[in-house]
């Protein structure tokens, strides 16, 4: 079963636009991370924010967490069309060592 | 390069047969995690191993079966293949319990 419930499914949008994506859960995690997927090739971790933690910066990515919504959101600013992916949020419990995945945004950058 | 290898890469087999997927974890990893991603599952956890032993279990078939090596390669044993387990299949590795995890390139198996 999936932990995580990302919003949008797919979004579009042209380059320059910043991108929005919104991860909620159900449990009580130890950690939350995101993760970018090319069409069909392996995932690829990109930021992972500790439960007490509330926002964390990485080149043009920005991730926030907010453990009283059980709710995370990543931000990609000045998109590129190379950001064109599919991103995953993926929670680990604090009773648990495994991740388990989100359903994915499906972001579209258009050149 | 992620520094975790599956091999190989892409599998057409029929249904009945049995398949073994490998994974070779990053250097140092002790922990190797194994997923299943179809289009109507998204990914699904299998199983992880530890230094050899077995640590969690997921919805995993018991047509399937997974180990982990002294050298801690992994296989994931698939038998009696049927249609509906054409996925990707995904290893990962990770140093530490629930910390970051490094994914190989996946095996695509296609059960005709």
């Known amino acids: 079963s999936q932990q995580g419930e990302e919003d949008p499914q797919a979004l579009s949008i042209q380059e320059g636009e910043n991108a929005t994506m919104n991860c909620s859960y159900k449990?009580?995690?130890?950690?939350l991370q995101w993760y970018r997927q090319n069409s069909g090739r392996g995932l690829v971790h990109l930021i992972l924010?500790?439960?007490?933690?509330r926002e964390k910066h990485s080149g043009r990515l920005r991730v926030t967490l907010d453990t009283s919504k059980k709710s995370s959101s990543l931000l990609i600013t000045a998109s590129r069309a190379a950001d064109t992916a599919s991103y995953f949020c993926?929670?680990?419990?604090?009773?648990?060592?495994?991740?388990?995945f989100g359903e994915g945004t499906q972001l579209t950058v258009n050149p | 390069d992620s520094g975790v290898t599956q091999t190989p890469k892409h599998l057409i087999t029929a249904t009945g047969q049995r398949v073994t997927l490998r994974c070779s974890p990053r250097?140092?990893?002790?922990?190797v995690y194994w997923y299943q991603q179809s289009l109507d599952q998204g990914l699904q956890f299998l199983i992880q191993?530890?230094?050899?032993?077995?640590?969690a279990k997921g919805n995993i078939l018991e047509r399937f079966s997974a180990q982990q090596f002294p050298d801690l390669h992994s296989e994931l044993n698939l038998s009696s293949l049927e249609l509906g387990d054409s996925a990707l299949y995904f290893c990962?590795?990770?140093?530490?319990?629930?910390?970051?995890?490094?994914f190989g390139s996946g095996t695509r198996l296609t059960v005709v």
């Open positions: 990962a590795s990770s140093v530490a319990y629930g910390e970051r995890y490094t």
């Open positions: 449990t009580s995690i130890n950690n």
């Open positions: 924010i500790r439960s007490n933690e």
């Open positions: 993926a929670t680990v419990e604090t009773s648990g060592s495994r991740l388990t």
């Open positions: 250097s140092g990893d002790l922990s």
């Open positions: 191993y530890y230094n050899g032993e077995e640590r």
